[in-house]
């Protein structure tokens, strides 16, 4: 089993939909979480970090549920701009970070 | 947050040489990591690398293969050694900014 698996996707959704990622973790011991978005031939870019009491920024929400060892991100009004892969990242103190394959998202006009 | 300068951004190289990568951090960090991106796959960490101490490898990473230095703060390498097709990959490198991790531009490696 890997220690961070998401839905690979790819989702395609009408530009304007609201779109959610679910990401699984293996390893209970992990304590920092984050979401990053990977553009085509281009490095990862942090997009949010992921707390216990969920957080918001603009129109993306993340969310941690430790107890089912679960993270989500969720996109309301999708954008053309948000085509990207999505990539959720565990990690156990600030060390090592474990990353799931990525879910490919791709908005559609 | 910080800015990282990786260079090369691209290379084509011969099976049996070798290539050196270099990160450059505009302010200092304790630690800095190496990771390689193979195509069409997520990130794999190679190995950790502190100033003054040897770096830590993951497993399936050796030093003979991948050696890095890490002379101070804001300055790391990382090597591929003895390369062959299956090293054929994008290597980035990353810092702890405090708010998350920051990665360079990535290194575009092709063994030919």
């Known amino acids: 089993r890997k220690e961070v698996e998401q839905d690979p996707g790819p989702f395609n959704v009408p530009e304007g939909a609201t779109v959610a990622f679910n990401c699984t973790y293996s390893?209970?011991?992990?304590?920092?979480f984050f979401w990053y978005r990977q553009d085509c031939r281009k490095e990862p870019k942090l997009l949010m970090s992921v707390y216990s009491s969920g957080n918001e920024d603009g129109r993306f929400t993340a969310q941690l549920n430790r107890a089912s060892q679960y993270i989500s991100l969720l996109i309301r009004d999708s954008k053309l701009s948000d085509s990207a892969t999505y990539l959720c990242?565990?990690?156990?103190?600030?060390?090592?970070?474990?990353f799931g394959t990525g879910t490919r998202l791709t908005i559609i006009p | 947050s910080a800015v990282i300068s990786q260079k090369p951004s691209r290379d084509i190289c011969q099976r049996g040489t070798s290539l050196t990568i270099q990160c450059q951090v505009d302010s200092q960090v304790t630690m800095m990591f190496w990771y390689r991106q193979q195509p069409g796959q997520s990130l794999t960490l190679i190995a950790t690398?502190?100033?003054?101490?040897?770096?830590?490898?993951e497993s399936g990473f050796v030093i003979d293969k991948f050696p890095i230095s890490r002379p101070n703060l804001t300055f790391s390498t990382l090597t591929v050694s003895n390369m062959s097709p299956e090293d054929s990959s994008i290597y980035l490198c990353?810092?702890?900014?405090?708010?998350?991790?920051?990665f360079g531009s990535g290194t575009r490696l092709t063994v030919v």
């Open positions: 690398a502190n100033q003054g101490s040897e770096a830590t490898y």
């Open positions: 990353s810092v702890w900014t405090g708010f998350g991790y920051t």
């Open positions: 390893n209970s011991a992990s304590q920092s």
């Open positions: 990242v565990a990690s156990f103190g600030n060390e090592k970070l474990t």
